[in-house]
T-cell receptor, first 113, second 114 residues
């Protein structure tokens, strides 16, 4: 089965701790994306990557970091600098190079206590 | 400039009725307009999409109407069913630094009454 895996589904962390969210895809897509979803605000782009070892800041990158060492993996680290990290985080992937459907993972709900 | 404004925030429709969700944008560089459907606790999934050189696209009960001069587009769900109850996001995509970016609207929660 081809698709995008995000783990864990639920994550709890204490304030001030960094936490890394996993995103893996076996769709052979070059492009990967991280979005944050808050109630009433839709999806906001955190970071995106069109190719391995390259990534760009999205609209709300402050307090987050990413890496893209492998085509199939795009982990997101929520750092202690993120003021309000509690949210639903969605990873997506697509074919690069043109406008294409983004395939989304099931999401990780992060709660910072 | 890169916002996509979506309305209404929520919508209640009787089974068999027509659901209409509207979106507007400012940046004329947007070149691809997808709609995504999201069920609770799941990631969004592409429903239907349109390019700005087309005024209408229909797939089954779902139709996108696109008005390039007004910079508006809308989703029509004909014969709405309870299974259509979900959150719908319009979006607009643009070529940005480092690749293609997609800007999402705030979402519309649709409830179809049986």
């Amino acid at each position: 089965d081809g698709g995008i895996t995000q783990s864990p589904k639920y994550l709890f962390r204490k304030e001030g701790q960094n936490v890394t969210l996993s995103c893996e895809q076996n769709l052979n897509h070059d492009a990967m994306y991280w979005y944050r979803q808050d109630p009433g605000q839709g999806l906001r782009l955190i970071y995106y990557s069109q190719i391995v070892n390259d990534f760009q800041k999205g609209d709300i990158a402050e307090g987050y970091s990413v890496s893209r060492e492998k085509k199939e993996s795009f982990p997101l680290t929520v750092t202690s600098a993120q003021k309000n990290p509690t949210a639903f985080y969605l990873c997506a992937s697509s074919i690069a190079g043109t406008f294409n459907e983004q395939f989304f993972g099931p999401g990780t709900r992060l709660t910072v206590l | 400039q890169q916002q996509v404004k979506q309305s209404p925030q929520s919508l209640i429709v009787q089974k068999g009725g027509i659901s209409i969700i509207n979106c507007a944008y400012e940046n004329t560089a947007f070149d691809y307009f997808p709609w995504y459907q999201q069920f609770p606790g799941k990631g969004p999934a592409l429903l239907i999409a349109i390019r700005p050189d087309v005024s209408e696209k229909k797939e089954g009960r779902f139709t996108i109407s696109f008005n390039k001069s007004a910079k508006q587009f809308s989703l029509h769900i004909m014969d709405s069913q309870p299974g259509d109850s979900a959150t719908y996001f319009c979006a607009a995509s643009i070529i940005g630094t480092g690749g293609f970016k997609t800007i999402f609207g705030a979402g519309t929660r649709l409830f179809v009454k049986a």
